[in-house]
């Protein structure tokens, strides 16, 4: 049968960069093996009632025993590149000191599984997995932390320099940031704003101080990614040429500053906006600031790498109640559900991507864009063999078509990575949530591409979407 799509025939450039994403402790399980030392986030889920239903990752999807398998259906899928992280403790067990060679041995065997199979490696160094040691001596809110981080990463590209071509430091430091440090919901659990800004610039430090080694230690391609995001009123969400009250437009201003200029700006100019520097200075003071840091920060990158899910919705008006994971913005009104939300209750905004796309090509026009996650959870259901996820695929085709119109009025839009590539541990939520375009029973580690899987094969396979689909058998399970 042929399925019949919205709209119009859309070619994306030659060259554009098709794949998936994936993050080490999401999905690699063997947690003990090879001289892995722990991780914050084994303490956390470990830690009753911080995961949903005392889930761990200790097994996860166990792509650190079925990689290859991982590998061969990336290859049917025909994807371009496969974005995974290297986890810290595999590779320094306690956070510093000389490299784990049998840590370092795995990536390297995943890095040649993926040349093989033509699937470009795109390595993140820094997707959450702190070493336990690290953090019981400050974590984050200890500016050493950053120096360990730049050792790490140095260890890491002497030995896959050669076959990875492109870098991402650290992944989100706005999440880990502030819900790891600033509320608590994801590790290390602390919940002080104090901490969260200095964890924030230390992360940023992290970046710098990374990017730099990597630079001088020949690496092709460096990249930051962060979680960006629109920030806009309701009332904006259906007219974006809404002229706003001054108070709302502040209100738009300072969260947009703390969501997104606060790494944007250090990142690709050099320097915090005057707001962030304003509530920084009556939270936390300044100190942890240091002469030269926002130099080290704002190493020169080739890509920036933007995590889009959902617009950021405010307005002037007393927050009730506040939103604690933006400190400094108890004036200020957070609204939820104003579109069709995903499980996890994520609203459902495409244009949310091409305002964004378009916004980041006109403010920091120098750096280079690749999405490196974008997808959605449902409650997916198996029926016989198959998945039939249509929900998912509109959510990708819809969000497809919103970074096409944002290339067309001249977005540089390198590439397109789905999160994810598999069903995953989705932090602290658990197994609950299932993200991936490929199903995976936890019970039996079974992979069963889903429809949408199939359709993004069809998307990579003509570079674009069509408004007909070819007739092309289903994908095998893969016990
Ligand atoms: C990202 N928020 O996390 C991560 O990079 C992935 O590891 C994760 O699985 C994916 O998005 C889906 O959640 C986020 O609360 C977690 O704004 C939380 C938020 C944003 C991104």
């Excluded at 799509?5 to 859309?10: C, D, I, P, S």
């Excluded at 890491?156 to 992944?171: A, I, K, P, S």
């Excluded at 706003?244 to 969260?255: K, T």
């Excluded at 916004?359 to 998945?387: I, M, Q």
Aim: hydrophobic share 40%; net charge negative; glycine share 8%.
């Amino acid at each position: 049968t042929t399925i019949a799509t919205q709209g119009q025939n859309l070619a994306f450039p030659d060259g554009f960069v098709w794949g998936a994403a994936t993050a080490a402790y999401q999905i690699e399980g063997a947690v003990h093996e090879d001289g892995r030392g722990p991780s914050i986030w084994d303490t956390f889920s470990h830690a009753p009632g911080m995961v949903a239903d005392g889930h761990t990752g200790d097994t996860a999807s166990d792509h650190y025993h079925r990689y290859k398998d991982d590998v061969r259906l990336m290859r049917e899928l025909g994807l371009r590149a496969y974005r995974f992280s290297v986890a810290w403790p595999r590779i320094q067990p306690s956070g510093s000191g000389p490299a784990n060679a049998a840590g370092l041995d795995f990536y390297e065997r995943l890095v040649d599984e993926l040349l093989a199979a033509d699937v470009s490696p795109y390595v993140t160094l820094y997707h959450w997995d702190l070493p336990q040691v690290l953090e019981d001596l400050g974590g984050w809110t200890n500016r050493d932390t950053a120096y360990r981080f730049a050792d790490y990463a140095h260890a890491v590209h002497e030995r896959l320099g050669d076959r990875v071509g492109t870098w991402m430091t650290v992944n989100e430091p706005w999440v880990a940031a502030f819900l790891g440090y600033g509320i608590g919901v994801h590790a290390p659990g602390r919940a002080s704003p104090e901490d969260a800004f200095r964890a924030s610039h230390h992360l940023l430090l992290a970046h710098g101080l990374s990017a730099r080694a990597l630079r001088e230690a020949g690496a092709r391609e460096i990249a930051l990614t962060l979680n960006l995001a629109p920030v806009v009123t309701p009332g904006q969400l259906n007219d974006p040429e809404l002229v706003l009250s001054a108070e709302d437009a502040e209100a738009v201003n300072r969260v947009d500053c703390l969501l997104n200029r606060q790494f944007l700006d250090p990142a690709l100019r050099g320097s915090y906006p005057d707001p962030v520097l304003a509530i920084v200075d009556r939270i936390a003071g300044l100190g942890h600031i240091h002469d030269g840091d926002l130099d080290a920060i704002s190493q020169p990158i080739d890509l920036l790498g933007i995590n889009y899910y959902t617009p950021c919705v405010v307005q002037s008006g007393p927050g009730e109640p506040s939103n604690p994971v933006y400190p400094g913005t108890e004036d200020i009104l957070f609204s939820g559900a104003y579109a069709p939300t995903t499980a996890m209750g994520w609203p459902i905004v495409p244009t949310g991507l091409s305002q964004l796309l378009e916004r980041l090509t006109r403010d920091y026009p120098e750096v280079g864009l690749l999405v490196t996650e974008n997808g959605a959870a449902f409650d997916d259901v198996v029926t016989g063999e198959r998945v039939h996820d249509a929900d998912r695929t509109a959510f990708l085709e819809s969000h497809l078509r919103a970074a096409h119109a944002a290339i067309e009025t001249g977005t540089d839009l390198r590439g397109y990575l789905v999160w994810s590539l598999l069903d995953n541990f989705e932090w602290a939520e658990g197994y609950h949530r299932r993200f991936g375009i490929v199903h995976v029973d936890f019970d039996t580690q079974r992979r069963l591409p889903k429809d949408s899987a199939l359709w993004y094969r069809d998307v990579i396979e003509q570079n674009g979407l069509r408004r007909e689909r070819a007739k092309r058998p289903t994908l095998e399970a893969v016990a």
